[in-house]
């Protein structure tokens, strides 16, 4: 099953624009991060934010987090073409404990055209 | 240091015939998981390993699908009898336990025709 639902499924920017993307989910968590995946293959860690932060920023990245509304968003500024990629969130399952594992959501396909 | 490898990087079999599939994670990492992704879709969880032992494998579709990690290390995810609808990139990940981030490996595509 999946969690998270990424919204848009897909956005076309061009470079320079920013690029929001947004997830929701279902049940209380501990954390919720955020990968981006090239071609189909290896997924790579961009952030995490844990369930008792509302924002954080790594670099050109900016995540937001709202526990009240079972959300998050992804903020990309001044995108670059090599930021094409699919984007998507993840969660744990908070209070389960126990299990690590990640549950996915489907995904947002972000284009940036130079 | 290396990352997380997977071997094969491509797998056609035909349906009805056995699979393995091997995951190298990170020196050190005591957490193994192995997801599906379907195309178009996000990673699914299959199964969860805590050194040699199975912390969780909920995921696992049905018994045609077992895995392993004898020493703690090297995981093989074996699948019986493969099916057509078993088509799907799996992804192998490790991390330190309760670390959150995952390191994901490149992942292996297999074809059932």
């Known amino acids: 099953s999946q969690q998270g639902e990424e919204d848009p499924q897909a956005l076309s920017i061009q470079e320079g624009e920013n690029a929001t993307m947004n997830c929701s989910y279902k049940t209380s968590i501990n954390n919720l991060q955020w990968y981006r995946q090239n071609s189909g293959r290896g997924l790579v860690h961009l952030i995490l934010?844990?369930?008792?932060?509302r924002e954080k920023h790594s670099g050109r990245l900016r995540v937001t987090l709202d526990t009240s509304k079972k959300s998050s968003s992804l903020l990309i500024t001044a995108s670059r073409a090599a930021d094409t990629a699919s984007y998507f969130c993840?969660?744990?399952?908070?209070?389960?404990?126990?299990?690590?594992?990640?549950?996915f959501g489907k995904g947002t396909k972000l284009t940036v055209n130079p | 240091g290396a990352g997380v490898s997977q071997t094969p990087s491509n797998k056609v079999t035909e349906k009805g015939k056995y699979v393995e599939l091997r995951c190298d994670p990170i020196s050190g990492h005591t957490a193994l998981y192995w997801y599906r992704q379907s195309l178009g879709q996000g990673p699914e969880f299959l199964i969860y390993?805590?050194?040699?032992?199975?912390?969780?494998d909920s995921g696992l579709p049905n018994d045609r699908f077992f895995a392993v990690r004898p020493e703690g290390s090297v995981s093989t995810l074996k699948i019986q009898r493969t099916e057509r609808g078993d088509s799907a990139v799996y992804l192998c990940?490790?991390?330190?336990?309760?670390?959150?981030?995952?390191?994901f490996g490149p992942g292996t595509r297999l074809t059932v025709l």
């Open positions: 934010i844990r369930s008792n932060e």
């Open positions: 990940a490790s991390s330190w336990a309760g670390a959150g981030e995952q390191f």
């Open positions: 993840a969660t744990d399952e908070g209070g389960r404990g126990g299990s690590e594992k990640l549950v």
């Open positions: 390993f805590q050194g040699t032992g199975a912390a969780d």
